[in-house]
């Protein structure tokens, strides 16, 4: 094929014959491709990650340069019956192919850029004087926020590329002339024009010619790759109209091209687009003239008919991929959104749920805080009344009423004290802000230390041992009243579970936080991996159960909690049960500069002389830094002081006769020895015995003591008024202040044994309660016998049952609990091993509905709520045919 005519005698021009059945298939293709092209390109548009836009752009060019343009060219061209055999180049009939893909993938993603820069530059339009606020809404440049156009648009205004309502393309322009809701009151044309207006720019102009000129090359490449025995000849004039046909096509498709998903804006498009490529086609081939040398007949043969369908076959089938493809991404898109709604939906519900639950612990607190504020005021009179009634003439029976009083009052005090401290820091209150000062650290821990020492019985094996390390500063910035109160909520805590063993409280610094850290750690009872969770939630303790022994607000450790995070700091526990606890808070606020201690180190033999070997092996690892430390075994302590040149010992480890010997020894040793409330009179003033007042404190003066074998410089003077700060004075005066359950419990009281068996039982494990009851009953002219728990009452009723007519049973004990222990003796009736039926009364101070349940289906025969009054317990001993005393 030549575009140039041969020399030959003659030349004869070929008849265009058509097939109008391949001319409709073409135009299907290029409508369809077109079509596919809109739902690509607005899934292209939808699409937030940069790699999956990128693929929906290069699908849409493939179906808008491949499908829309090059397979409608290729059918339509195939439909053309020159009455020749028509072959292909197959390299330029490719190449043409790529032409048209590669030009539509450029000019769609710059009109994806332009249209991005567009929409920048609209955010930021300043607001003009023009700018007005109706009733409909406010209105800027014309354009409502509400998302409708303003009517009052000054002529001119564009129309901003919006949803489906909007008039942002030809089909909206379309679908808005047949809608009875049109936003906006213009005519067609005009609202064209807004749109081209706005749209129009000198990029677009050059993407255009971009995308025509790749259209033309498609279009003439593709006709050059036609071979015939013949060639063509080329009307310009014709060919620049088909240029220009293309040019509008491409510029259409940049300006109109939809960005939304609508059916009918995309459908007109599309039936656009398909016009304007037959249109620029068919000019093309109206501009060839197909000429041949060859004598006629022209019927010898054409393009096989399979060759157009194989084309257009291959475009369906693209086209059909692509929705499939689009199906696939929306129906992911859909279970998204399916799942984001349920998520959304169980968020808010959540929300809703931690709201409600915030709100109703909101009023629970306030109200307990209210409650607790109101409790004082009567608290305060009877606190006053009986410290007055106290001053007063009293016999012994009398004064021992006082002092129960005075202790529960203190008890009560306390509690009210934890609850009102917990509101505010619950609530943020101002004044729970920290306030940091210098403080002398070890002064202070050994002062509040020593204020505990009051409150361990002297019946307990327990040590507080203190121990300092040396790169602790002797003054340390943080609250005082902070930090002494969550100190001793922590040994407090730690001396309520503790028996036997020791409390251990260390400082040592963190110098990678400058921090100080604290641990408080004890031989308790533990608690378990499940209550570790909840025992820094307010209100919550480890032991719930009726036989816990320690009672309690459980707001200790929340407190504790609390003030640690005033202070900026944190506080862990690691626990394990039945070994005991180690509480640890980490409080910033070390020096900039303070000087390290070198270490001592001497080879003075030490020997530690404690009640509890835990506590001698905790002294000895803290001195064996500095000295040669050993422990001594109290069953051959002469053998273990053989050779030592120090002796850490307690009092209570000494005999007398120990004693007597540490007198007239000759002061080879240097006895330390550790004492509280004992006498030590005769171990006064002799220079071989250092007396050190409990707890004990592993810190410098310690070793300084202990190397230096004497105490009388005025710098081993350990400083015990640290602070005149009234708050610390205040919780140092609760902490000493005796607790109303350290009183000796009424272990025994040997009843009259009388045969007609009217002596009560009392169950009931509060000391005090026990007295108060004892005192009650016999006001009423009763016998009383005591057990301090359920196992006690079940071996007094198994030993002489027929003494007791009447089991007054506490319900919350340790060891073993009421209803527990009704449910045993009901037992032991049914198995004939207790004869007749004791008639048992449940006490308690749970007066709701379930706790009598409670009792009652354990086998209590009757239920009587705490306090209890004399006027109610008469009346019960009178129900229970028992002859009282007339007492009111």
């Known amino acids: 094929m030549s575009s140039d005519s041969p020399t030959s005698p003659e030349v004869f021009i070929l008849e265009k014959r058509w097939r109008p059945w391949l001319i409709v298939l073409s135009f299907f293709v290029s409508f369809l491709g077109a079509y596919t092209t809109t739902q690509l390109y607005v899934q292209c548009r939808l699409s937030t990650w940069t790699a999956h836009r990128i693929g929906w752009l290069v699908l849409a060019a493939i179906e808008f340069g491949g499908c829309a343009i090059w397979a409608f060219h290729f059918v339509a061209m195939i439909a053309l019956d020159i009455g020749m055999p028509v072959n292909f180049n197959l390299p330029m009939t490719i190449f043409s192919s790529i032409v048209a893909i590669v030009g539509m993938l450029g000019g769609l993603a710059s009109n994806i850029w332009i249209k991005k820069r567009r929409r920048r530059r609209d955010m930021y339009l300043p607001i003009s004087s023009q700018d007005n606020v109706s009733e409909h809404g406010m209105t800027i440049n014309g354009i409502s926020i509400n998302g409708s156009s303003s009517n009052n648009k000054p002529p001119g205004t564009p129309e901003y590329e919006s949803s489906t309502s909007e008039m942002g393309t030809v089909l909206n322009l379309a679908s808005a002339l047949l809608s009875k809701g049109a936003h906006d009151d213009a005519t067609l044309p ?110 010898q043969g054409s393009i096989p008919t399979v060759l157009p369908l194989g084309v257009a076959f291959v475009a369906i089938i693209s086209c059909l991929m692509s929705y499939v493809v689009l199906a696939r991404t929306i129906t992911q898109s859909r279970d998204r959104l399916a799942e984001m709604i349920v998520t959304k939906r169980k968020l ?106 009051a409150k361990i019985s002297n019946t307990l094996s327990v040590d507080i041992i203190i121990i300092m390390d040396r790169d602790v500063p002797e003054v340390f910035h943080v609250d005082e009243t902070y930090f002494a109160r969550v100190l001793m909520n922590l040994v407090g ?114 020997a530690v002389w404690l009640r509890s070997k835990r506590s001698s092996a905790i002294i000895q690892w803290a001195l064996n830094a500095h000295f040669t430390v050993s422990a001594i075994d109290p069953v051959h302590h002469v053998r273990g002081l053989r050779g030592m040149e120090r002796v850490i010992a307690d009092i209570k480890c000494l005999t007398p006769q120990i004693i007597s010997e540490i007198v007239e020894s000759d002061g080879a040793i240097k006895w330390f020895i550790l004492h509280g409330d004992e006498s030590v009179r005769e171990l006064r003033n002799l220079e071989h015995v250092i007396l050190l007042k409990r707890p004990i404190c592993v810190d410098d003066l310690l070793i300084k003591m202990l190397t230096k074998g004497r105490a009388e410089e005025a710098q081993f003077v350990r400083k015990v008024s640290i602070s005149a700060n009234p708050a610390l004075e205040e919780l140092k005066r609760i902490v000493a202040a005796p607790s109303p359950l350290v009183q000796s419990p009424i272990l025994e009281i040997p009843p009259e044994v009388q045969e007609s068996g009217d002596v009560i039982l009392l169950v009931e494990d509060n000391p005090v309660n026990q007295q108060l009851g004892v005192k009650m009953l016999k006001k009423l002219g009763r016998t009383v016998d005591v057990a301090e728990n359920g196992e006690v009452a079940l071996q007094k009723i198994m030993e002489n049952r027929r003494q007791y007519a009447l089991v007054l049973m506490d319900s919350q004990m340790p060891v073993l609990s009421g209803p527990s222990t009704c449910r045993r003796i009901r037992a032991m009736e ?46 019960e001993l009178e129900r229970s045919q028992m002859p009282t005393v007339g007492h009111s």
């Open 190 to 299: 005009v609202r064209i024009i807004r749109h081209l207006q706005h749209n129009i720019s000198l990029r677009v102009f050059i993407v255009g010619a971009m995308m025509s000129l790749s259209i033309c090359a498609m279009h003439y490449v593709g006709m050059k790759a036609m071979h015939f025995d013949g060639y063509i000849q080329w009307n310009r004039a014709l060919i620049v109209l088909s240029v220009i046909i293309a040019y509008i096509v491409s510029m259409v498709a940049l300006i109109f091209l939809p960005s939304e998903s609508d059916s009918t804006s995309q459908i007109a498009f599309a039936v656009v687009a398909a016009i304007g490529i037959n249109a620029m086609h068919w000019t093309g081939m109206w501009a060839a003239t197909f000429s041949t040398t060859r004598p006629p007949p022209w019927d």
């Open 348 to 453: 808010w519900k959540a929300i809703a749920e931690k709201e409600a639950a915030e709100r109703n612990d909101k009023v629970k607190t306030e109200f307990i805080s209210v409650a607790s504020h109101e409790l004082r005021t009567p608290l305060h009179a009877i606190t006053g009344f009986v410290d007055l009634l106290a001053l007063t003439p009293l016999n012994e029976e009398q004064m021992s009423f006082v002092k129960s009083i005075q202790g529960s009052c203190h008890a009560l005090d306390l509690i009210t004290k934890n609850v009102l401290d917990f509101t505010r820091l619950e609530n943020d209150h101002s004044e729970t802000a920290a306030s940091a000062t210098d403080v002398r650290i070890k002064d202070l821990v050994f002062d509040m230390l020593q204020t505990c020492m």
């Open 493 to 606: 805590n730690a001396m309520k579970f503790t028996r036997r063993g020791y409390i251990l409280v260390r400082l040592w610094t963190c110098a990678d936080e400058d921090s100080l850290c604290i641990s408080v750690i004890d031989t308790g009872s533990g608690i378990s991996p499940a209550s570790q969770k909840i025992v820094f939630e307010p209100f919550r303790q480890a032991d719930t159960s009726l036989t816990r022994k320690h009672l309690g607000t459980g707001l200790g450790l929340a407190i504790c909690r609390q003030l640690v995070a005033k202070m900026n700091g944190r506080i862990t526990l690691e626990s394990e049960e039945g070994k005991g606890s180690e509480f640890t808070v980490v409080v910033p606020g070390l020096p900039a500069t303070y000087p390290m201690r070198p270490a001592v180190q001497s080879k003075i033999r030490i």
């Open 830 to 875: 049914a198995a004939g091993e207790l004869p007749g039926r004791l008639r048992i009364i449940s006490l308690t101070a749970n007066v709701d509905s379930q706790s009598q349940k409670e009792c009652i289906e354990a086998g209590s025969d009757h239920f009587l709520p705490k306090p209890l009054t004399l006027k109610l317990l008469r009346e």
